[in-house]
């Protein structure tokens, strides 16, 4: 009578070298996912580039400041008027009540900020 016995991996040698090929793969993916992180990572703000910013912020409040907060001509030659934000906001919801004269408003509007006449008419040719 034959006895059967328990089979063992016939080659130990390859398995080891699949996992140490495993292993090394593991590792590069890991190392790159790395090196493109460092890599794609922004500089960190210094102190001095904060102030920098935030000089920057301060002269552009300031330039823009009165152009938010006053009335003024947009362009005079059409009659629109540049008015704050708080009562364009207010005319806005007042005028957006009702949404199709609203919209039939806004449509008008900007019909009359974009256009642009036709140019003058060519002058005859000598031929004619």
Sequence with gaps: ?????ISQPKNKG???????????????VAFLI????????????????????ADNLKSVQEAVGPVLSEY????????????????????TVKEWSNPSEGRAKMI??????????PPPPEAPSAFE
């Design 1 to 5: 009578m034959r006895t059967h016995s």
């Design 14 to 28: 390859a398995a080891f070298l699949y996992f140490v090929v495993f292993l090394a793969t593991f590792c590069i």
């Design 34 to 53: 790395w090196a493109t992180k460092q890599y794609t990572q922004p500089a960190s703000i210094s102190a001095n580039r904060a102030a920098e910013r």
């Design 72 to 91: 003024g001509w947009q362009d005079k030659e059409k009659g629109f008027v540049r008015v704050p934000i708080e009562r364009a906001m207010e005319l």
């Design 108 to 117: 008008e509007r900007m019909k009359e900020a974009t256009f642009v006449p």
